[in-house]
C-alpha cells in the first residue's frame, strides 16, 4: 500500500529533515539551517518533536528572556537539533527558522514501525479530547509514517482513519459554532481555533466552507471516512464514517438540481453499507434517522422527475427507517437530529399514497401545466370545468393531488403543496359568502422556509374551522403543535402540543390522518 495522501505534508517535512541531516553526513554541517549541536544523530534521519501546547514560543536562547521569534501550536512538528537546560534546540521547516522550545512543551518521537504502537496509544488518548483535535491529527499522520503496509491495510489503518476523519469533523463543527463579529478583534479561542484548522490543513485536512442563511458552515471533506469504508473497520467505525460523510447541512447549497439528485443516490449507498445488526442501539438510531432523511429528500426528487414509482418506493422506504428508530435508546444530542428527520419524512410522506385527486359532490382538482417548471391547480365541479375554474393557483412546488380533501358542508377543500424538499405547505380553498372561492396558503411557520410542514388533519363541523398539525425548526429550535383554525382568517384559535388534550382533535379527528401521519410520534 502506498504512502496515504492524507500524511503528504508531515512526508514532505520528514523528507526535507533527512535530506538535511545525509548533508550533515557528508559536510559535517546540517544543510538546510544552522549547523548541528553535538548531540545530532549521526546518519540515521534526525529525531523529531510534535508540539502539545498551544502558543508554544520558539526563542531565540535556551531561556525564557531570549526573544520570542515565532508561537507554535499543538500538532505541529519540528525537528530536533540538540538539548541545552531545559529547552530543546529545533528547527521549523515551514517557517524556515531555528530556535529554542521548552522540552515540556513537546514530545519528542520517533517513526520506526516499533514506534507505531505508542503513537496509537497516544492517539486513542487524544482523540477524544475537545479542542486537541489539530494535536491528535498530528499523532495520526505520525503514526501513518510509523506504520508498515501491512499495519495500513489492517485493523489499526481503519482505526488512525477513524480518528483522523473523527477529530476533523469536530474541529469544522467547532469552527463552525464559533459567531463572526465583523470588525471585531478576534478572541484568544478564535485565534487558536484559526491556528488549529491551519495545522490540520498542513496535515492534507481539507475543510470546506459553506454560505447558509448568512452563516458559515465549515464541513470536512471526508477523505479519512472514504478510507475507513475501504478498510476492514469495525461496525462503530463504518457507522461514524458513513454519518461524517452524509451530513446534510454539508452539502454545496450551490449545487443543482441533477447533481443534488446524484449527491443523495451516493449518500443512500453509502449509509447502506452500514450493517445494523451489528452496531449498539444508539449508533442503530443514528444511521436510520440519517437513511430516513436521505431517502425522503430522494422521494421528493423523484416526485419532481414525474417518476411515481420510484418516489413512492423511496417514501416508503423513509417511513420504515424512521420506524426502525427505538425512541427510549436516543441519546440527548440526537434528540434534534430525530426531529429534524422526523419532519423531513412527513413532508415527503404523500409520495408513498396512491396518486390521483379525490372527488366530492363533484367538486374536485385538477393540475395543469402553466409556464415552465410550474404547476396550476384548478378548483372545477361539474359544471365548470377547467376552462372556467372555480379558483386557480400556480405553483413550482409539488401538488399531492391525492391528499386533496372536502369537508362536509362542501365549502371548503384542503391540499398539500410542497415546494420544497423539506417543506410542505397547507392550501385551503374556501367558498366566500357570495359564492366565488378564493385559495389561502398555510406555511409551517412564518419563519423563512427550511424544515417544516403544515398538514390537514381533521374538518370541525360547522364548515367553519379546521384541524392542522404544524412543525417547524426556525431559528435552530423545533416547534410542535396542534391547532383549530378558524377558516374565514386562517388564524389560530386553539392549539396545544398534545393533540389528546383538545377537545376537536378527539372528536374530529381524520382517521386516515391519524393513521399515516408522523407528527404522532
Not at 531570549?66 to 537546560?85: F, T
Not at 398539525?469 to 374565514?488: K, M
Request: with cysteine; glycine share 10%.
Amino acid at each position: 500500500m502506498s504512502r496515504v495522501h492524507l500524511a503528504a505534508c508531515v512526508l514532505a517535512l520528514l523528507a526535507a529533515a533527512w535530506a538535511a541531516e545525509a548533508g550533515a553526513v557528508a559536510n559535517g554541517a546540517t544543510a538546510g539551517g544552522p549547523p548541528a549541536n553535538d548531540k545530532a544523530i549521526g546518519a540515521r534521519p534526525a529525531p523529531l518533536a510534535i508540539v502539545v501546547r498551544d502558543q508554544t514560543p520558539l526563542r531565540g536562547g535556551p531561556r525564557d528572556s531570549a526573544l520570542q521569534q515565532a508561537l507554535l501550536w499543538q500538532g505541529e512538528v519540528v525537528e530536533v537539533r540538540g538539548e541545552k537546560l531545559d529547552y530543546l534546540q529545533v528547527w521549523d521547516y515551514r517557517r524556515e527558522r531555528g530556535g529554542f522550545v521548552e522540552a515540556s512543551r513537546v514530545r519528542r518521537t520517533a517513526l520506526a514501525a516499533g514506534d507505531a504502537p505508542e503513537l496509537m496509544a497516544v492517539l486513542r488518548f487524544v482523540r477524544e479530547t475537545p479542542g486537541a483535535e489539530a494535536l491528535g491529527i498530528g499523532f495520526a499522520a505520525a503514526w501513518l509514517k510509523a506504520a508498515t503496509p501491512e499495519m495500513l491495510r489492517g485493523e489499526g489503518g481503519a482505526e488512525a482513519f477513524d480518528a483522523i476523519g473523527t477529530m476533523a469533523d469536530r474541529l469544522a463543527q467547532r469552527a463552525s459554532a464559533v459567531p463572526i463579529s465583523p470588525g471585531a478583534a478576534p478572541s484568544r479561542g478564535e485565534t487558536a481555533l484559526s491556528a488549529h484548522l491551519e495545522v490540520a490543513s498542513r496535515y492534507g485536512v481539507a475543510i470546506r466552507s459553506y454560505e447558509r442563511e448568512g452563516a458559515i458552515r465549515l464541513c470536512y471533506d471526508g477523505e479519512a471516512f472514504r478510507r475507513v469504508l475501504a478498510l476492514p473497520a469495525e461496525a462503530k467505525q463504518r457507522a461514524r464514517a458513513a454519518l461524517g460523510l452524509t451530513r446534510p447541512e454539508c452539502i454545496d447549497p450551490q449545487a443543482g438540481v441533477v447533481e443534488r439528485e446524484q449527491i443523495d443516490l451516493w449518500r443512500a449507498q453509502v449509509l447502506d453499507r452500514v450493517d445494523l445488526a451489528e452496531l449498539p442501539p444508539t449508533w442503530r438510531n443514528r444511521v436510520a434517522m440519517r437513511r430516513a432523511g436521505v431517502w425522503s429528500g430522494l422521494a421528493y426528487r423523484h416526485a419532481r422527475k414525474g417518476e411515481a414509482a420510484q418516489a413512492e418506493a423511496a417514501a416508503k422506504r423513509a417511513l420504515a427507517e424512521l420506524g426502525e428508530v427505538d425512541r427510549a435508546e436516543l441519546a440527548d444530542d440526537d434528540l434534534g437530529g430525530y426531529v429534524d428527520a422526523a419532519i423531513r419524512v412527513n413532508a415527503s410522506r404523500w409520495a408513498a399514497a396512491p396518486a390521483g385527486a379525490k372527488a366530492a359532490r363533484g367538486v374536485s382538482i385538477v393540475t395543469v401545466a402553466g409556464e415552465a417548471g410550474e404547476t396550476c391547480v384548478l378548483l372545477v365541479d361539474a359544471q365548470r370545468g377547467a376552462a372556467s375554474p372555480l379558483a386557480r393557483r400556480c405553483t413550482f412546488g409539488l401538488v399531492w393531488d391525492g391528499s386533496a380533501t372536502l369537508n362536509r358542508e362542501g365549502n371548503a377543500l384542503a391540499l398539500a403543496v410542497q415546494p420544497m424538499e423539506a417543506w410542505r405547505e397547507l392550501w385551503l380553498f374556501r367558498r366566500q359568502p357570495g359564492g366565488g372561492w378564493v385559495v389561502q396558503v398555510l406555511p409551517p411557520s412564518s419563519a423563512t422556509p427550511g424544515l417544516g410542514y403544515a398538514e390537514f388533519a381533521g374538518w370541525v363541523p360547522g364548515g367553519r374551522q379546521v384541524l392542522v398539525a404544524r412543525e417547524a425548526r426556525a431559528e435552530g429550535r423545533a416547534r410542535r403543535s396542534f391547532e383549530v383554525v378558524g377558516l374565514a382568517t386562517l388564524a389560530t384559535e386553539r392549539q396545544t402540543a398534545d393533540p389528546s388534550t383538545l377537545g376537536p382533535f378527539q372528536r374530529w379527528q381524520d382517521p386516515a390522518w391519524k393513521r399515516e401521519t408522523v407528527s404522532l410520534r
